[in-house]
């Protein structure tokens, strides 16, 4: 016993006989850690700050409607996310967005967003769409992609998407497409950002295909086909503005299922307890957390970057040095209205907007029943839940103005809301409202941040029985999430056996 509170060795001795396992971070990289390391016959703690599970994969009730709290989709360019799903039971809930596709909104107006791109990247520069929004000659600047050597763009040892798509395509495909998308998904600056790591093979694409369009064409191909385990099988792969698919009854049922599958294997879950001091012991770690220990033959890490590295710096100094820079504060308004004129879909399932747009303060607006089809069935006719993002990296620093307070962020919704989709929005059609804030939860991949990452991988590894798991390491977003978090965890399964 310390101070009162029980440790793992304390045990009955079956279960002490187990190897032990700390994981700090109930998110959903924690979570599928504490998984693995349970399926391999540990007994894991996992150690969660705040009082839910699963992160940014959360859910609140608005009008009696149960809704995704944060990431409501999931990107299908692996299956990782499907397969998780499958193992858990979920293969069924598995589906694809209503097919309207999304829109974006430009300086001077709407345009369809191309049903073909990565990112915003077009993967044929003469698709109509595509046309629309580039006019003549940004076609022609686009298409000139085609013959530029493949060495062009994927020479460096790193680049910004900016970089790469203006070297390749042209600003016009840049300011008009991949940065209403990039500011949407990624809240940040396409200049800021590592291709390498919001885009994963992308570049490599590049140098196999010949070009950055057969490169995308070749991703989203990948993305769209269905997966074995029953993604896209629902309604056929989506045509939204990227290959996404979700759970009917939103994400959030996937850490619900992932919460039931732990505690039937034993995983004790403790929540409101803050990780305060982690220290390398013989035989592992000892985690401290308040008033109470815990001892581990392993520590996994699944925190936010600037927290893990503050976590793990008095043990490994030389991560000091690697602590990544804070993600954008985001706020999303939800709003549930009843206006039957939104029945029609006049903006498909949803809209991204370009940062230099007037009047707009949104980064994105999601119609959420024009997207799943299970939730305008919930809603009912003339029910619609709309989702408003606010906040962008390049607006940290901005001023008090962007910090807006909930009352504010619901006069700047009504407003975007009228604006975007064409349709007066009033408060009087507002049946139940709601605004959850995410501070960090977009990891920050800045430019270089692909080398600091396999640093601080190697730093981890060299520190015995450490692992460390999250969005900062793996990309943004669940499928770059989850398939590193078992990648990693399987990794230490086959160092363990040996």
Aim: proline letters at 6%.
């Amino acid at each position: 016993m310390r101070g009162g509170h029980p440790t793992p060795t304390s045990k009955p001795a079956a279960a002490a006989e187990r190897p032990t396992a700390v994981v700090v971070g109930g998110g959903i990289s924690g979570l599928i850690a504490a998984r693995e390391l349970a399926s391999a016959g540990s007994a894991v703690t996992v150690l969660e700050a705040g009082t839910s599970w699963g992160g940014c994969v959360g859910s609140h009730v608005v009008a009696g409607l149960r809704l995704d709290s944060g990431a409501e989709s999931f990107a299908t360019r692996s299956t990782a996310v499907a397969d998780l799903a499958r193992e858990l039971g979920l293969a069924e809930r598995i589906v694809a967005p209503h097919p309207g596709g999304a829109w974006v909104q430009l300086p001077d107006g709407p345009q369809e967003l191309p049903k073909t791109g990565v990112l915003g990247i077009p993967a044929n520069p003469w698709d109509p769409e595509v046309r629309r929004s580039l006019g003549l000659a940004g076609s022609i600047r686009a298409s000139l992609d085609r013959w530029l050597p493949a060495s062009v763009g994927t020479s460096s040892e790193v680049t910004s998407v900016s970089s790469l798509v203006r070297t390749r395509m042209g600003k016009r495909v840049l300011k008009r497409l991949v940065s209403p998308v990039v500011g949407g998904v990624h809240s940040a600056d396409p200049a800021l950002l590592d291709v390498d790591m919001v885009a994963p093979g992308l570049r490599a694409g590049i140098r196999t295909h010949g070009s950055l369009a057969a490169a995308v064409a070749t991703q989203r191909k990948t993305a769209q086909r269905p997966a074995a385990s029953g993604a896209g099988a629902a309604s056929g792969p989506a045509k939204a503005g990227s290959a996404v698919a979700g759970l009917k009854g939103g994400m959030n049922t996937l850490v619900e299922a992932l919460v039931a599958d732990l505690r039937e294997r034993g995983v004790q879950l403790l929540s409101g307890r803050h990780a305060d001091a982690v220290v390398k012991t013989a035989d592992g770690w000892q985690v401290t957390a308040g008033e109470s220990t815990f001892d581990a033959g392993r520590l996994v890490v699944a925190l936010d970057g600037p927290a893990a590295v503050g976590l793990l710096e008095k043990s490994l100094p030389e991560l000091s040095g690697l602590r990544p820079a804070p993600g954008p504060l985001v706020s999303l308004v939800t709003m549930v209205v009843d206006l039957p004129q939104l029945d029609g879909r006049p903006r498909g399932t949803g809209i991204l907007v370009a940062p230099e747009t007037p009047g707009i303060r949104a980064k994105a607006l999601t119609h959420a029943t024009a997207k799943w089809d299970w939730l305008a069935e919930q809603a009912g006719p003339g029910t619609h839940v709309l989702r408003l993002s606010y906040g962008r990296r390049e607006e940290a620093n901005a001023g008090p103005d962007v910090l807006m307070d909930d009352d504010s962020l619901l006069a700047a919704a009504v407003e975007d809301a009228s604006a975007l989709l064409t349709v007066p929005v009033s408060r009087a059609d507002i049946v139940d409202w709601d605004v959850v804030r995410w501070a960090g939860a977009l990891p920050f991949a800045a430019v270089g941040h692909k080398q600091r990452v396999e640093q601080v991988r190697r730093a981890c590894s060299a520190a015995d029985r450490l692992t460390v798991v999250g969005g900062w390491l793996a990309g943004n977003g669940l499928a770059a999430v989850v398939a590193d978090t078992r990648r990693q965890l399987a990794s230490v399964r086959e160092d363990d056996s040996r």
